[in-house]
C-alpha cells in the first residue's frame, strides 16, 4: 500500500491515452521521495485460536473439545524516502530523490480437509481379504491358460511377487486414520504462501521545467499445495505462483505553463511458475543420490 499515492478505476469516457477497449483501467500514481527522510512500517496477523471453530469443526467427532484448524496470517511492510544524499559526495536535495518499499505476506498454513480412500495396512502386504467376497476374485497372470487363470490363494498377492516400481510407492501411501476401507483417510490439506514484492523509484529534475522518473516493481509469490496425500502422492504443487515484474521510465517536459509533454516507456513480463509434487520428491532423491555419488568420488580419489 506504501507504493502507490493514489489509486483509481476509469470506467468510461477513456482518454486517448488509455484507447478503446471493455471493462476498465485500473489508475496508480506512484510514491515519490521528498526533501525530507520519513519512512513507515506495518505489520497484521490472524490466528486460530482467535477464530471461531464453525459448525464443520464442531461437528466432527474425531476432534477434540476446542480443536482449531490451525491458520496463521502474517502482512508485514513499509517503505522509506527522501533525498539522494551522499555526505561530502552529492547532496539531493531540490534534485534527486528515492522512494523504496517492501511488503511480505506469508501464511504458513491455511488448512482445509479432505477424506480419501487409501490402502490398508494388510493392502500393503498383499492381502485383500477386507475389500473381496461376493464373487470377486484376484487373478494370477502367469497362470494363463488359454482363457483360463487360477486365483491368488486365499485372495494374497505374494510380496515377492510386487514389482520395484510398487515397493518404492508404498512406503509414501499413509495408513488410514478412519475405520473402514474407503473414505478412511482425513487429512489436513496445507498451501503455505510466501509473497514478497519490492518497488524502488528514482526521481530527477533535470531542470525546473524536465523531470525523469525511474520506477521498478517486482513480486515473488510462491506457494506449495499439499492436497489429499502427503509428500509426493500429494495432488497438489510446489512452488507455483507468480513472478511478475514491471518497469516504466517516465519523463516530464513543463513546455508552458499550460502544456506538458508526458512520456513513458514500460516493461512488463508475468511469469507463472510451478513444480509438481512427485517430480519434486524425484528431484530431491536425484540430488541425494547425486550428493552420494560425489561423496563416493571423493573417497576414492582419496585412496581410502
Known sequence: M????????????????????GGGVEVYNTRSGTNKFHG???????????????????SNTNNPPGFRPESRFNTAGGGAGGPVWIPKVYDGRNKTFFYATWFRDFRPNAPSSTTSSVATALMKAGDFTEVLGNGQVIYDPLTTAGNVRDPFPNQQIPTSRFSSVSRNILPFIPDPNIGGTSNNLQ?????????IIWSMKFDHYVTDNFRV????????????????LPGP??????????????????GDWTISPTMLLHATVGYSIRRQVWTNTLAAGLRLADRFAGEHRRHAARFVRGGR
Open 2 to 21: 506504501e507504493m502507490f499515492t493514489e489509486v483509481k478505476l476509469v470506467s468510461s469516457t477513456y482518454a486517448a491515452e488509455n484507447g478503446r477497449f
Open 40 to 58: 513507515t512500517g506495518a505489520y497484521n496477523f490472524r490466528r486460530h485460536w482467535l477464530n471461531a471453530a464453525g459448525y464443520a469443526v464442531n
Open 187 to 195: 487429512f489436513l490439506n496445507q498451501s503455505p504462501l510466501n509473497n
Open 213 to 228: 522518473s525511474y520506477f521498478h516493481t517486482q513480486e515473488n509469490n510462491t506457494t506449495d499445495s499439499i492436497t489429499a
Open 233 to 250: 502422492l500429494s495432488h497438489g504443487l510446489y512452488d507455483s505462483g507468480a513472478k511478475p515484474r514491471h518497469i516504466r521510465v517516465n
